[in-house]
């Protein structure tokens, strides 16, 4: 049987992307490899929450219960992203993780499942995030350090590191909240390459995210900032500079090496401790797509504004900075979807005409 379009991925862009198919028309199928269609969400660490209010990070026609001006949790978002696959009316196979995705030699493509399934479709739309590949740089020295190594994607609590000397490599919004949870109980530093620059979360009462939606600055292309902030930006909710000002956190410059227990910073000094935990970011999991070389060199899709350069009938939602600095948020999501969807959409028509699908 032939599918029209095959979704990968049921997070919050997998979603939003069946909803507008559905919208247009188009017949949808759901591909989730958890086993619900709640995408990544239940896997981030416990104390997460959104950097975004909830007026601002709804999808689209299911608003947040409750105060606006509040930061969803991480679970009120998974509720969210089940009340929303529950009204779609398109199906949702979960537990169903594709594999490679081949050609089919009449200008669609045939998707393989490791559970041995093919499909038929005339179009795909990857939306598989990338939270299943995170990026694990090799660190100098790594292979004779004696202590806990570990990316942010396996932390949950602080627990495990309670009265211990952790290195925290990274300076997003993630190293920063997790750093700051770590420092109420275990002594902390961040490893960076840059300064942080503190955007302050709130000002004159409203949240900056008023001003960004407003201005229309959040659908800009995401280089916007970079002039403006002069090093890695972090939303600060009023606690975070405050404590690295104040030394509750310490931020040093890259360490040159780890060496044992120790870690031997870029002034020369050494100091052991006892963990490393990698905020180094991910990198989009789409390794099912080589087989139809979609992706370059480094596994890095080959795209303009998330519409495949490469593969006509292939589009992707949820890239990182895909056409802005919101592309991969709540609240940015939808501007994407209503940009690639209508484009598939159309290739989609074409193709039950010329191939008769």
Known sequence: MTTTVVVIGAG?????????????????LVLEAGTEPVGSWPHYYDSLTLFSP???????????????????HRDEVVEQLRRFAARLDVE??????????????????????TAGETISAAGVVAASGSFGNPHRPELPGQETFTGELSHVADYRDPAGYAGKRVVIVGAGNSAVQIAFELSASAAVTLATRAPLAFLPQIRDGRDFHDWIAASGFDLLPAHWLAPVVGGTLVVDIGDYRAALESGRIARKEMFQALDGDHVRWSDGTAEQIDAVLLATGYRPDLRYLEPIGALDASGSPLHIGGISTACPGLVYVGLELQRSFSSNTLRGVRHDVDHVVPVLAAHVRQAHKTVGF
């Open 12 to 28: 919050q862009s997998g979603l939003s992307a069946a909803a507008a198919l559905r919208d247009l028309g188009v017949t949808p």
């Open 54 to 72: 909830a007026r601002h990070s709804g999808l689209s026609g299911l608003p947040f219960f409750g105060d606006g001006d509040r930061y969803p």
């Open 92 to 113: 949702i196979r979960t537990q169903t993780r594709v594999e490679a995705v081949h050609p089919d030699g009449h200008g669609g493509f045939v998707l393989h499942t």
